[in-house]
């Protein structure tokens, strides 16, 4: 990746960053909601229990998300940004492009996804 391409990447890496942050925040404030309301019935107690679940759930992709990003931002500044983590290899950039936080090439994913790290 030339220059350009790079300051691109940490720019869109920074902008989704900011995006899930705030996506955190808001789950977290629909939690804090969930925990103030009044429960009058069995019903309403068990949606408000799968509710809680889906925030938390959706909270841990989002935590999962950030550091995808900031483990991206990282390889940036160390100059290793778009380079497979497991076999070196360059990331293809329409990779890149849809999801710019890889760590690994679409065979290398397969790999790991299938056997584990």
Same mark, same amino acid.
Request: charged content about 40%.
């Given at each position: ?24 925040q808001?789950t977290?404030e ?14 309403? $107690?068990?949606? *408000?229990?799968?509710? /809680? ?6 909270? +841990? %992709?989002? @935590? ?15 100059g ?15 990779? $890149?492009?849809? *999801?710019?936080?890889? /760590? ?6 397969? +790999? %790991?996804? @299938?056997?584990?790290?």
């Open positions: 990746m030339d220059a350009q391409q790079l300051a691109a990447a940490k720019e869109e890496l920074e902008r989704l960053r900011r995006e899930v942050l705030r996506e955190v808001a977290g629909a939690s804090r909601q969930l925990d103030t309301e009044d429960v009058p019935d069995i019903g309403d $107690m068990s949606t *408000r229990s799968y509710d /809680r679940d889906l925030l938390y759930n959706l909270s +841990e %992709v989002q @935590r999962q998300k950030i550091r995808d990003i900031d483990a991206a931002l990282e390889l940036l500044a160390q290793d940004y778009g380079v497979c983590v497991r076999c070196g290899e360059e990331i293809a950039p329409k990779r $890149m492009e849809v *999801r710019p936080f890889s /760590r690994y090439c679409i065979e290398c994913k397969t +790999e %790991v996804e @299938r056997f584990g790290e």
